[in-house]
């Protein structure tokens, strides 16, 4: 029964909860048993809070068992990278300077979740402040795709990701300021929500480009965590209003993709792209027309992605590798890297890509997303690299931040972006389809992700 359990969705859990078909204690039992079994082979995890999370499943047990009404997400256990501040429970950022830090406050994110009754099982792996587009750190070492450990499970919230495709939980909590949440997502064959600017509030925000969200294994189980997340908050200082929508109500209506205009690129203008990622993206645009949308391939223009990359995030580099220099602490070779690429910036590239380039980002996204409704590529430009192919490739950072190619764009343009698993390789590795959005239209975007859901049984399939 146990390996029955972690795989249900949270929707399917709630509703057998709410049957007494299934209990609250059980989940978190069998949620820990996996870890047992997988962690030794993913290393998904920096904490595991054992005892805390069968504290708060035997708590629910009893309020659900009482007939309470109750959140939807009552009682569901839910993992939460290890960049978010979760109170009394150990967040290190992923850096040996904060391996025995325990916060004293939630994440806004986390206070939320909290009060809907959801239940912590870890804290997942992150690499140095989430600074890599691939998972390892000198505090926790290298994360690895279920799908096949030789490989890696994408990055920054490389952890979340593998652990949700393993089978540990139906719900995790990740972040995403350039593919974060949606290049992992792709790379383990799970869904992966990067919401707009300001849809899920930051304490203290300074950054326009990074966010939280979910990363789950349905495109439903998404428009939970967003209900349960999203709106304003004074702390936030980009933070949306409401808007009265039900973000799972448009997952649980999916689109009637007849007529639904959908632009299409397979590589951003970027090329180098993999044959059998080509060939995957083909089949699923494939299914959208088949099933009635009017695709419309566009040309895109936009500027190189890690030129962009070094010169938008280049301060924060330099700032992480000055503090660890001063406190003697090793920083991963690739962070230090970009940091010196960026010292040798001039005062106006920067500050040319915190406004101008960034402002001709939006603008293109624009232009494509004024006469379509979507735009959809590839959310990467390959499947899972081998973890040696990455050690071994010096080249524009490695393939750590290949990876990110074609999802940093729309990051910086604010916009809603999902990655929804579309196809798989020969090898038997995901594939995932990218559907990025007008803005604030998230709604929109998970429906149309239902939708393409139901068009494709790849996100059925799991990893032995």
Not at 198 to 218: A, N, Y
Request: net charge negative; charged share 20%.
């Amino acid at each position: 029964m146990t390996d029955d359990v972690t795989w249900l969705s949270a929707a399917q859990l709630a509703e057998r909860y709410r049957r007494r078909e299934l209990s609250p204690v059980e989940v978190v039992d069998a949620a820990l048993t996996r870890i047992d079994r997988v962690d030794p082979s993913i290393n998904a995890f920096v904490t595991v809070t054992t005892d805390e999370a069968r504290a708060r499943a035997r708590v629910a047990e009893e309020r659900l068992w009482a007939g309470e009404a109750l959140p939807p997400l009552f009682g569901i256990p839910i993992t939460v990278k290890d960049l978010t501040d979760t109170a009394g429970v150990r967040t290190t950022y992923g850096s040996t300077i904060f391996q025995d830090h325990v916060p004293t406050a939630d994440a806004i994110s986390w206070e939320r979740l909290k009060a809907c009754g959801v239940i912590l099982i870890g804290k997942t792996t992150t690499p140095e402040f989430g600074l890599l587009g691939t998972t390892e750190s000198h505090l926790s070492g290298t994360t690895s795709n279920p799908w096949d450990c030789r490989r890696t499970s994408g990055g920054s919230s490389g952890g979340a990701a593998a652990a949700t495709a393993a089978g540990v939980t139906p719900l995790a909590w990740g972040s995403d300021g350039g593919g974060s949440i949606r290049v992992p997502a792709s790379l383990c064959g799970t869904v992966g929500f990067k919401a707009s600017l300001g849809r899920i509030p930051l304490r203290d925000s300074t950054d326009p480009s990074t966010t939280e969200g979910p990363i789950t294994r349905t495109v439903l189980d998404a428009g939970l965590l967003l209900d349960a997340t999203a709106g304003p908050d004074h702390r936030d200082r980009f933070a949306l209003p409401h808007t009265g929508e039900s973000f799972s109500g448009a997952a649980r209506n999916p689109r009637d993709l007849r007529g639904v205009r959908i632009a299409v690129s397979p590589d951003l203008g970027i090329g180098r792209l993999d044959s059998e990622t080509r060939a995957g993206f083909e089949s699923a645009v494939n299914r959208l027309q088949d099933a009635g949308a009017f695709i419309e391939p566009v040309d895109v223009s936009l500027p190189d992605v890690l030129e962009y990359f070094v010169a938008y995030w280049g301060p924060e580099y330099i700032a992480v590798a000055d503090d660890f220099a001063a406190s003697g602490t090793p920083l991963w070779p690739l962070i230090s890297e970009i940091a010196d690429r960026a010292r040798a910036l001039d005062p106006r590239t920067v500050s040319d890509a915190l406004r101008g380039t960034r402002t001709l980002i939006y603008n293109e996204y624009m232009r494509i997303l004024g006469p379509c409704e979507f735009l959809v590529t590839p959310t990467t430009p390959m499947p899972a690299p081998l973890h040696s192919e990455i050690l071994a490739d010096n080249g524009d950072f490695g393939l750590s931040f290949a990876l990110h190619r074609l999802t940093e764009s729309a990051t910086h343009a604010g916009l809603p972006a999902i990655s929804v698993p579309a196809a798989f390789t020969s090898g038997g590795l995901p594939i995932g389809l990218q559907v990025i959005g007008r803005p604030r239209a998230d709604a929109s975007v998970l429906s149309i992700a239902a939708a393409f859901e139901q068009l494709s049984d790849a996100g059925q399939r799991h990893p032995h």
